[in-house]
């Protein structure tokens, strides 16, 4: 990944830092050789150099990078799970991939970490990006995820005959679960993403208040990855879940969507951030009807949208941290069209997070800021949360 040469100057805009303060109304930004050497008021800055870069921002706002903290990368044009896996050949599918972290850097997210990806394609993609083959935010890659067989993700029928290893590693048990992670750290990823409950997606078997895991395979994850120095994640919305994710030593949590007061307790006990995910939710409300969703699906994902709201406010209160995520990658081919009007519309999903009266430039910081622990937490410059 190149590093800009010279200087670059940024004026005329008010300078948004990301970390809690009041936007300057009238601020400067001044970059050497690709690091920020200044972020102030503009009556502050430095002499501007002679032959540096000047950008006028128009009275915009100047920010940092967002950090996409829930990606998946190969997910595209999906109207239902099955998709996933199936719906197109792999080789194309990288292609697709390569077009979504394009478009994620387009829409200002300079980090990502990997929620899981079809085959091994996210550790592929992050050194096409490192390597300017295509271009893209910088990435932290999960590969194939692990669920407990018949679980969410365990969809294809016995008489299929064709499993799940493109996108699942399917465990039974303890030892299975320290096999599949042995395959991960083979394929050279560095976040282990589990599906601990099941979701909305999946009504019929593994809704969102279902168990998909064991706590004695997700301890077996954690213990396994943490010996590699990996970290682990997981798909975490029935409450009995979050629960024993927590208590399993997980690093991150994905949704917390229905997280109680012992729960709660727990997880600012530990220290663990969560990330709620919850334009995925919004947009099927939306579309779903329109690309043949089911009602109880539809309502499904009404009850995650209002708990993972709920379980949203109450960890910002109680002093927790948050992720964010963006629809860049989201499953929908229902959702193709909002794609291209994500950034814009930050905005709206922060309504659902934080009180009305918040103005909207003060939600960016669960993507600059709690986003940015993710990435410290991956390159080893923020301390692991206490294991069990």
């Known amino acids: 990944m190149k590093t800009a040469v010279g200087t670059t100057v940024i004026r005329n805009g008010q300078l948004f830092d990301g970390n809690g303060n009041a936007p300057l ?5 001044v970059i050497e050789d690709g ?14 150099p002679e032959k540096a870069d000047t950008i006028d921002a128009r009275g915009g706002t100047i920010m940092p990078g967002l950090v996409e903290a829930h990606f998946h990368a190969t997910y595209f044009d999906v109207a239902a799970l099955e998709d996933l896996d199936i719906k197109y050949p792999v080789e194309f599918v990288t292609l697709l991939a390569a077009r979504n972290a394009g478009l994620a850097l387009e829409c200002g997210y300079t980090a990502a970490r990997s929620g899981g990806s079809l085959f091994n394609i996210d550790v592929w993609l992050k ?4 390597e ?9 890659a999960s590969g194939r995820e692990i669920c407990g067989a018949g679980g969410l993700m365990d969809w294809n029928p016995e008489f299929r005959k064709i499993g799940m290893e493109g ?15 042995r395959k991960l750290v083979k394929d050279g990823v560095e976040w282990v993403k589990t599906y601990p409950t099941g979701d909305a997606a999946a009504a019929e078997m593994n809704d969102h208040h279902t168990l998909c895991m064991t706590f004695e395979e997700m301890h077996a994850v954690v213990q396994t990855a943490h010996n590699h120095n990996m970290k682990v994640t997981g798909h ?9 994710a927590l208590l399993a030593g997980y690093d991150a949590l994905e949704h917390a969507t229905f997280i109680d007061d012992e729960t709660l307790d727990l997880l600012l006990q530990r220290d663990v951030p969560a990330v709620p995910a919850l334009y995925f939710e919004q947009k099927s409300i939306e579309l779903g009807p329109e690309y043949g969703m089911s009602q109880a699906v539809i309502d499904g994902h009404q009850e995650t949208l209002e708990g993972g709201a709920e379980s949203a406010r ?13 629809p860049l990658s989201r499953p929908g081919g229902a959702f193709r069209r909002a794609v291209d009007q994500s950034f814009a519309r930050t905005a709206e999903v922060g309504g659902h997070l934080l009180p009305r009266q918040r103005a909207p430039v003060r939600r960016a910081p669960s993507s600059s800021t709690s986003g940015g622990f993710l990435l410290r937490l991956l390159l080893g410059l923020a301390p692991r949360t206490a294991r069990r």
Not at 132 to 140: E, H, N, Q, S, Y
């Open 236 to 244: 975490c919305r029935a409450t009995a879940g979050i629960k024993n």
């Open 167 to 181: 996108l699942i590693l399917l465990i039974n048990g303890a030892d299975e679960a320290r096999s599949a992670v």
């Open 35 to 48: 690091r920020i050497q200044f972020a102030g008021p503009a009556d502050a800055a430095p002499p501007t």
């Open 132 to 140: 300017d083959v295509t271009i893209g935010p910088r990435l932290a």
């Open 314 to 326: 109450r960890i910002l209160a109680a002093g927790g941290r948050l992720g964010d995520d963006e």
């Open 127 to 130: 050194k096409a990006i490192e």
């Open 25 to 29: 109304a009238n601020g400067c930004l």
